[in-house]
Nanobody
Framework: VQLQASGGGSVQAGDSLRVSCAASGRTSVKYAVGWFRQAPGKDREFLAAISWSGFSTYYQDSVKGRFTISSDNAKNTTYLQMNSLKPEDTAVYYC?????????????????WGQGTLVTVSS
């Protein structure tokens, strides 16, 4: 499966942004999807994940309440809605998929990765 992340951009602190992850290829398999980000000079960190059914979601504590993950299986697309953005949210945002219905916080559990989309938040 191929993942295409999009929707990044430059925003002001306090703004909202929604990034998308569109899957193509072998989409008949049930995938769980996660969002990660990597800021310059920092390790990649987990943000949120959602099961294929959409019933299970996980969030990193630092984004809980500000970020919301959702999916539209009919469109093979997963979204990350980001509200109240802060300058420290500046990073390249990646989506990833694992051929299991269950989400995971571990990057190593994901098999497929998108190319990343840059989000820049200025103060």
């Amino acid at each position: 499966v191929q993942l295409q992340a999009s929707g990044g951009g430059s925003v002001q602190a306090g703004d909202s942004l929604r990034v998308s992850c569109a899957a193509s290829g072998r989409t008949s398999v049930k995938y769980a999807v996660g969002w990660f980000r990597q800021a310059p000079g920092k390790d990649r960190e987990f943000l949120a994940a959602i099961s294929w059914s959409g019933f299970s979601t996980y969030y990193q504590d630092s984004v809980k309440g500000r970020f919301t993950i959702s999916s539209d299986n009919a469109k093979n697309t997963t979204y990350l809605q980001m509200n109240s953005l802060k300058p420290e949210d500046t990073a390249v945002y990646y989506c990833a998929a694992r051929p299991s219905g269950l989400p995971s916080r571990r990057a190593d559990d994901y098999v497929y990765w998108g190319q990343g989309t840059l989000v820049t938040v200025s103060s």
